[in-house]
C-alpha cells in the first residue's frame, strides 16, 4: 500500500504536485492533502452529494472519484465561488432565501448548481427539484433552496 | 433468507452423486478459492479470496455434511466468515432417479448473513442468489457433461474448464440492475455477495463426502 | 413582543462565512502529531466473544495500537444515565443497563466495538481493523418487541430476570368509568417505526492532552458540551476546569448528538492521554447507521371510548417500547409519547401504561420528536377509526373534542420526560384547526375538487391532523453578556448550536435591550472555556430557555450601563436611553456616552469599588421554567396515489403553526420546513429495517430512503398564529420538533381518503408503496 503516484491537479487555478496513493479518494485529497475543506463529505457512497466538485466543468462526486483519476485535470471547490465580502450570486441568494442551516450539505449544492445553472439559466420549479434532487439536506426542507434557484437564475441572468 | 429449487441433471444419479464428491469439481466452480480440504469425515474446511475490483478480504468456509443417506440424500451445514461479515447456512439436498437417465436434485435451505454483507447488501441478495444459482448449475452440468464424455471414451483427462474469476463477476454484474453499477460501492457489492452466495450454495449443493 | 430586532426577519449573520467555506466542521480540524481510530464493530446482534486475535494487526505499519476491552482494565465500565431515573412518577418501576465503551465478554447488537485501532491514518486504522479476528459463538437474538417479554425468550442482559427495561403506568380519572359511560369503546392495535438522525455530517471527536498544562481539549459536535466535560472528567480523575469541550460548527443533530459516555469518547480520551499524541475519530455513515443511537419501535394497543356524537370520554393506550441494547437514556420516548397522546383534545379519563424492552439492537434515544409523534398519532389514528366507525367526517370529530381556546392553562395529569406534570401554557387549537381547513380549502376540496378527479379515475385523498409539542422544558440554561471595550457585545452560553441560527436570534434579543447593531454581537455557543453551565441542546428547547437566560442577562447589563451612564452623565436612569450604540440622555442626543467607553470605565483601574457592584458591563443570567411551553397547530395534506405503483405524492400541504413569539420568523419557517422532510421520511420513506436476527439491513443511503427534493410537497402553504406563552418575558415557544410530528398522522389519513372505496386501513406510521399495496390487496380480501 505503500506505493505511490505522482499526480499533477489544477485546483481553483492552482496547480498541485503530490504523490498519493492510488487508493486515496478525490475527496480526502482536497480536504486533508490540500487542505481546502469547504468540500464535506456526507455519505462516502456517492448518494448524498455533499462531496460535489467540479471536473473540467462538470459537477461530480469527489468521494467516488480517486485522486489519480483526477491527474491532468482541473477541479473547482466552493472556495473558487466567492468571498464572505464578494459573494456568488447563487451564494448571496442561498443567504436572502434562507436556503441554508447547519450548512454542511451546503458547498455540493452551490457546486451541482453553478454546473447546472450554466448549462440552463432559466429552469421551471420542476426541473429545480430534478437539479437538486442528487443533493441532501436534512435541515431546510429543499423549500427554500428552490426559491435560491430562482433568485440564483434571476440574479445570474441580470449579471 | 429461504433458498429452494429444483435442477435435472442429464446423467445417472451415481454420476451425479460421484460429481459432488470431487471437491475439485466443486472449488472451479468458485473462483477464488485457494483451498477446499477435507479435515475430518464429512467435514470440509475452504478459504477464498475476494479481491475483485476494490474488495479485498478474505472467507473462511466450513462444510459439514449430516444425514447422508447415499446417493439419495444429505443435509449440509456452511459457516463462512471474513471481513465483509459472515453467511450461515442449512440446506437439504435431495436427489431423485427420475428412470430415464436423469437426475431430479431438489434443495431447499436457509441462509444467515451478517455484517456488512446484511447492513448494505441484504437487499440485492435474493436476485443475486437466483443469478448464482442459475450460473452454478451450468458450470455443474458442464463438469458433469465433461466427467460423463470422459468415462465413455476411458480418458482420465477431463476436458472441462471452468470460468475466470473475470467472466463469473462479469456474468453476475451484467445478471443485476444496470442503473446500480455506477456507485462504486454496489459494485463492490454486487462481487462479494454473489461469491459468498455461492460459497453457501455450492454447499447446498455440495456432496463431495466420503459418505 | 416585537421590538427592532425581535420579531424581524433578518438575514443569518452566520451565513457569508459558512456558504464560502470559511469555517471549521470536526473534519476539518488537523493538530500535528495527530492520530486516527477506528473502530473493529461486530457483525452479529448478539453472541459470547470467545477470543480476539488483534497479533496481525498490530504488526501493520503505521498502526500504534489496537485494544480490546481486556487492555483498558478496570476503565471499562458502563457508562453513566444520561437521564436521571422517572422517579418522580408513583409506581414507575426501571432497570439500568447503560452504554458499555467496548464489548466485554459479550456483543448486545450489530455494531457494537469490540477492538479500537490507533493508527497514522486513517485508511491504515480500517485496514488494520480488517485483520483482527473475532472468535463468536452466536446467541438468538431478541428482537420481536413483545416476543421478547415471554418466558424463555433469549435474555439481552443474563443477569436481568427477563429483558424488561421498565413499567409505567399513568392514569387521569377514571378509565373503567368511561367505559361505563361510552356508547363504544373502539379498539385498534399500530406499529410505530422510528428512524435515524441521519445528520448529513457524521459523529466524530478530537482529543488533544496537553501533559505539560494538564489541559484536555476536545472538539466535539455533540449537543451537550457540559454533559461531555463532565462524565469525561469525572472518568479521568481531573477538575471540570482541566477539560475543555468546543463544538466546531456542526452539520446537524436532530437528537443523537445528545449522547455522551459512548465508547468513542470513553476510549479516545483515554488513549490520547495514554498515548500523548492526539486522537480524531470521525464516523462513516455505515457507522451512523450502525452505532449512532437511533429510535426505534412502539406496538399500541388502544382503545377508545365515545359517544355516538363522537364526544371523547376516555382513553385507553398499553404500549411496548423498544429501547434498545441498553437504556442510558431511560424513558424520555415513552414519556413523550404519553404526555402527547392527550394534549390536543379533551379526554376526560385516560389511562396509559408502558413497557420499555431490551433488544439486541441500537440503543435507542431521542431523535427529533423524540416520542411526540407517536402520542400524536394513536391518538389522531384512534379518531379516524372513531369517524368511521360513527360515519362522521374526520374534521367533525376533531372539532367536536378539540380544547377550546380558554383552556389555559390545561393541567393534563401525566408527568412527562422534564418530571413534572405537563401543562398546556397557552394556545388556540380550535383557531389553528380552522385556518388550516381554510388553507387547505377543505370544504372545497371535497365537494367539488376531489368528486371532478375521482370522476376522472384519479386517487386523490385528503387528511387533517393536529399536533402539540411540549418544549422548552428544563432544567435550567444560562449566558453571559458582556460589552467590550470596542462597543461591541459578545454572548456566550453552553447551549450548543447545530444549524438553528443561535448566531442570529441570540443577537437579536441582546440587540434590542442594548441599543447596538445586530451585527455587532458576536454569539458564541458550545464552548465551556467561554461558558461552563447547561444543560444541552434537546426538547426544542434553544430559543425558549437558553434564549431567555440571554435576554435576562442582557436586561443586567442594561440596568448596568443605565445606572453608570446616570453618574457619569448626570442625569437620572429614568431620562436615558440606549440607541445606536451609546447610553444618551432622550431629550438631549449630544449628553451620551458610547456603550464601549462606558465599558472601559466600568472596570475602575485605581480607586475603591462601589460596595454591591460589579466590574464590567457584564452579566450572567440563568433561566430556569417550571414546565415547558407548549408549542401546537394543525396540518392539512391532498395527496394522489399512483393506483398501479401506489407511489404518492403530495400534492399540497398546509401547515398552521404556532410558536408564540417568533423571534426570527424566516428562522420559524426554516425550522417548520426541515421538520416536514423528517416527518415526511418518517411518513413514506425512511425505515431502520432489523431482520429476525438483528442484523440492520437498511445500513446506507441506497436503502435506508432519505427524502429528497422531488419527494417534497409540490405546494406547501405555512400559516402562523402567536399566542405569547406567559412563562418568559418574550413569549417564545420552541419550534425545532414541530414540523416533523403530525406528518405520519396526515399522511396515512390522507393516503387511506385517496384509496377510500378499497376500505384500506392503516395500522402503522411509516408506509411505502409495498406496504400501501399489501394493505389494498388485504382490505380488498376481507
Known amino acids: 500500500m505503500a506505493q505511490t503516484v505522482k499526480i499533477k491537479v489544477t485546483v481553483n487555478g492552482k496547480q498541485y504536485e503530490r504523490e498519493v496513493e492510488p487508493r486515496l479518494l478525490l475527496s480526502d485529497f482536497i480536504r486533508h492533502d490540500l487542505g481546502l475543506t469547504g468540500t464535506h463529505v456526507g455519505c462516502e457512497h456517492g448518494l448524498c452529494g455533499a462531496c460535489t466538485v467540479l471536473m473540467d466543468g462538470e459537477a461530480v462526486r469527489s468521494c467516488t472519484i480517486f485522486a489519480v483519476q483526477a491527474d491532468g485535470h482541473e477541479i473547482q471547490t466552493v472556495e473558487s465561488l466567492g468571498t464572505p465580502d464578494n459573494l456568488h450570486p447563487i451564494q448571496q441568494a442561498f443567504i436572502e432565501k434562507h436556503a441554508l442551516q447547519c450548512g454542511f450539505c451546503t458547498p455540493g449544492f452551490l457546486m451541482t448548481l453553478v454546473d447546472y445553472l450554466g448549462d440552463n439559466p432559466n429552469p421551471t420549479e420542476e426541473e429545480i427539484r430534478e437539479a437538486i434532487d442528487g443533493n441532501f439536506c436534512r435541515c431546510t426542507g429543499y423549500f427554500n433552496i428552490i426559491e435560491a434557484v430562482k433568485l440564483a437564475a434571476q440574479k445570474m441572468a441580470s449579471h | ?161 471452468p470460468p475466470s474469476e473475470t467472466e463469473f463477476a462479469a456474468a453476475v454484474a451484467k445478471d443485476m440492475a444496470g442503473g446500480l453499477t455506477k456507485i462504486p460501492e454496489v459494485r463492490l457489492l454486487m462481487y462479494i455477495i454473489p461469491l459468498v452466495a455461492v460459497l453457501v450454495l455450492l454447499a447446498v449443493l455440495f456432496r463431495g463426502c466420503s459418505g | ?130 485483520l483482527i479476528y473475532v472468535d463468536y459463538e452466536p446467541l438468538e437474538a431478541v428482537v420481536d418487541l413483545e416476543k421478547a417479554l415471554q418466558p424463555g425468550s433469549p435474555l439481552v442482559h443474563e443477569d436481568l430476570p427477563s429483558n424488561e427495561a421498565g413499567h409505567v403506568r399513568q392514569e387521569r380519572g377514571s378509565w373503567e368509568q368511561a367505559v361505563k359511560e361510552a356508547d363504544l369503546v373502539i379498539k385498534r392495535k399500530f406499529f410505530i417505526n422510528r428512524n435515524a438522525g441521519a445528520a448529513m455530517e457524521n459523529r466524530g471527536i478530537i482529543v488533544q492532552w496537553d501533559k505539560h498544562a494538564k489541559q484536555m481539549t476536545i472538539w466535539c459536535g455533540t449537543q451537550s458540551v457540559i454533559a461531555l466535560r463532565n462524565q469525561t472528567a469525572a472518568r479521568l480523575g481531573l477538575f471540570e476546569s482541566q477539560v475543555r469541550v468546543i463544538t466546531p460548527n456542526t452539520g446537524g443533530g436532530f437528537g443523537p448528538k445528545i449522547n455522551t459516555s459512548l465508547p468513542d469518547d470513553v476510549l479516545i480520551t483515554y488513549l490520547a492521554m495514554k498515548l500523548d499524541r492526539p486522537i480524531k475519530w470521525f464516523e462513516d455513515r455505515r457507522e451512523n447507521f450502525l452505532a449512532t443511537t437511533s429510535e426505534r419501535d412502539q406496538v399500541h394497543y388502544c382503545e377508545l371510548a365515545v359517544k355516538r356524537d363522537g364526544t371523547i370520554v376516555g382513553l385507553k393506550d398499553f404500549f411496548y417500547h423498544n429501547t434498545g441494547a441498553y437504556n442510558p437514556y431511560m424513558m424520555t420516548v415513552p414519556l413523550n409519547t404519553q404526555t402527547h397522546t392527550v394534549t390536543n383534545y379533551r379526554v376526560p379519563n385516560f389511562l396509559t401504561e408502558f413497557y420499555v424492552v431490551f433488544t439486541n439492537q441500537m440503543i435507542v434515544t431521542p431523535v427529533r420528536g423524540a416520542g ?98 411540549g418544549t422548552g422544558v428544563g432544567p435550567y440554561e444560562g449566558a453571559r453578556v458582556t460589552v467590550g471595550g470596542n462597543g461591541k457585545v459578545v454572548v456566550t452560553t453552553g447551549y450548543t448550536s447545530q444549524g438553528q441560527a443561535h448566531y442570529t436570534t441570540f443577537a437579536q434579543i441582546v440587540a434590542d435591550q442594548l441599543g447596538v447593531d445586530v451585527k455587532d454581537v458576536k454569539v458564541i455557543t458550545g464552548d465551556t472555556g467561554y461558558f461552563g453551565w447547561g444543560a444541552g441542546t434537546f426538547a426544542s428547547r434553544g430559543i425558549t430557555v437558553a434564549g431567555t437566560a440571554t435576554h435576562l442577562a442582557a436586561q443586567k447589563v442594561r440596568q448596568k450601563a443605565l445606572k453608570l451612564a446616570s453618574k457619569i452623565l448626570e442625569a437620572p436612569e429614568e431620562e436615558l436611553e440606549l440607541a445606536d450604540g451609546v447610553v444618551r440622555v432622550a431629550d438631549i442626543p449630544s449628553k451620551f456616552i458610547s456603550l464601549g467607553d462606558l465599558a472601559t470605565l466600568a472596570n475602575p483601574m485605581r480607586g475603591t469599588m462601589e460596595p454591591g457592584t460589579e466590574p464590567g458591563l457584564e452579566a450572567v443570567a440563568y433561566y430556569g421554567p417550571p414546565y415547558g411551553a407548549t408549542g401546537a397547530g394543525a396540518v392539512g395534506l391532498i395527496v394522489e396515489v399512483d393506483p398501479e405503483t401506489m407511489q404518492v405524492s403530495l400534492e399540497k400541504m398546509a401547515f398552521v403553526h404556532d410558536c408564540g413569539t417568533p423571534v426570527n420568523p424566516m428562522v420559524v419557517d426554516g425550522q417548520i420546513h426541515g421538520g416536514i422532510q423528517m416527518g415526511i421520511g418518517d411518513a413514506f420513506y425512511e425505515e431502520l429495517i432489523y431482520d429476525e436476527n438483528g442484523q440492520l439491513v437498511t445500513a446506507s443511503f441506497m436503502d435506508y430512503l432519505f427524502p429528497q427534493a422531488t419527494d417534497m410537497p409540490k405546494k406547501l402553504v405555512l400559516g402562523h398564529m402567536e399566542t405569547p406563552s406567559p412563562l418568559n418575558p418574550l413569549g ?46 388485504q382490505a380488498k380480501g376481507a
Not at chain 3, 440 to 469: H, M, T, W
Not at chain 3, 752 to 777: C, H, K, M, W
Open chain 2, 1 to 161: 433468507m429461504k433458498l429452494e429449487g429444483e435442477h435435472v441433471f442429464n446423467g445417472p444419479r451415481e454420476a451425479v452423486w460421484e460429481m459432488f464428491y470431487d471437491p475439485e469439481v466443486l472449488a472451479s466452480a468458485l473462483p477464488g478459492t485457494q483451498k477446499l480440504e477435507m479435515v475430518a469425515e464429512n467435514e470440509y474446511e475452504g478459504a477464498m479470496n475476494v479481491r475483485i475490483g476494490p474488495v479485498s478480504g478474505s472467507f473462511t468456509g466450513k462444510l459439514v455434511i449430516s444425514d447422508v443417506v447415499e446417493p439419495e440424500s444429505c443435509t449440509l451445514t456452511v459457516d463462512g466468515r471474513g471481513t465483509p461479515g459472515f453467511a450461515k447456512g442449512v440446506g437439504r439436498v435431495q436427489f431423485i432417479d427420475q428412470g430415464d437417465g436423469t437426475t431430479l436434485m431438489k434443495y431447499e435451505g436457509e441462509m444467515n448473513i451478517g455484517g456488512a454483507l446484511a447492513s448494505v447488501g441484504q437487499r440485492m441478495i435474493d436476485s443475486v442468489a437466483k443469478t448464482m444459482i442459475r450460473q452454478a448449475f451450468e458450470v455443474l452440468d458442464k463438469a458433469l457433461e465433461a466427467r460423463l464424455a470422459a468415462k465413455a471414451s476411458g480418458s482420465e483427462v477431463v476436458d472441462f474448464k
Open chain 3, 1 to 130: 413582543m416585537a421590538g427592532k430586532y425581535v420579531h424581524q426577519s433578518i438575514l443569518r449573520l452566520e451565513d457569508p462565512e459558512l456558504i464560502t467555506g470559511n469555517v471549521q466542521f470536526l473534519d476539518d480540524i488537523e493538530l500535528p502529531g495527530m492520530l486516527h481510530a477506528a473502530f473493529k464493530r461486530s457483525d452479529y446482534a448478539h453472541a459470547r466473544i470467545k477470543s480476539i486475535d488483534v497479533s496481525e494487526a498490530r504488526k501493520l505499519p503505521g498502526v500504534i495500537g489496537v485494544y480490546t476491552a481486556e487492555d483498558f482494565g478496570d476503565y471499562i465500565k458502563p457508562g453513566p444515565l444520561q437521564v436521571p431515573p422517572p422517579t418522580a412518577i408513583k409506581g414507575a418501576t426501571y432497570v439500568a443497563r447503560t452504554t458499555m465503551p467496548i464489548a466485554k465478554d459479550k456483543v448486545r447488537f450489530a455494531g457494537e466495538p469490540v477492538a479500537i485501532v490507533i493508527a497514522e491514518s486513517r485508511y491504515i486504522a480500517e485496514d488494520a481493523c480488517d
Open chain 3, 372 to 469: 411526540r409523534q407517536y402520542g400524536v398519532f394513536v391518538m389522531e389514528r384512534m379518531l379516524d377509526a372513531a369517524a368511521r366507525e360513527l360515519g362522521m367526517s374526520p374534521v367533525e370529530i376533531r372539532r367536536k373534542n378539540l380544547l377550546p381556546a380558554n383552556a389555559y392553562p390545561y393541567y393534563t395529569s401525566i408527568i412527562g420526560q422534564d418530571f413534572v406534570e405537563g401543562v398546556l401554557d397557552s394556545g388556540d387549537y380550535p383557531t389553528s384547526f380552522q385556518k388550516t381547513l381554510e388553507l387547505i380549502e377543505y370544504d372545497k376540496f371535497v365537494n367539488e375538487v376531489q368528486p371532478k378527479l375521482r370522476a376522472q379515475g384519479k386517487k386523490v385523498g385528503i387528511g387533517v391532523a393536529c399536533f402539540s409539542e
Open chain 3, 732 to 777: 417564545i415557544k420552541g419550534v425545532g420538533e414541530a414540523g416533523a410530528i403530525p406528518i405520519p398522522s396526515v399522511f396515512t389519513q390522507a393516503v387511506e381518503n385517496a384509496l377510500q372505496e378499497t376500505g384500506v386501513e392503516f395500522d402503522r406510521d411509516t408506509l411505502s408503496p409495498s406496504r400501501i399495496f399489501t394493505y389494498v390487496q
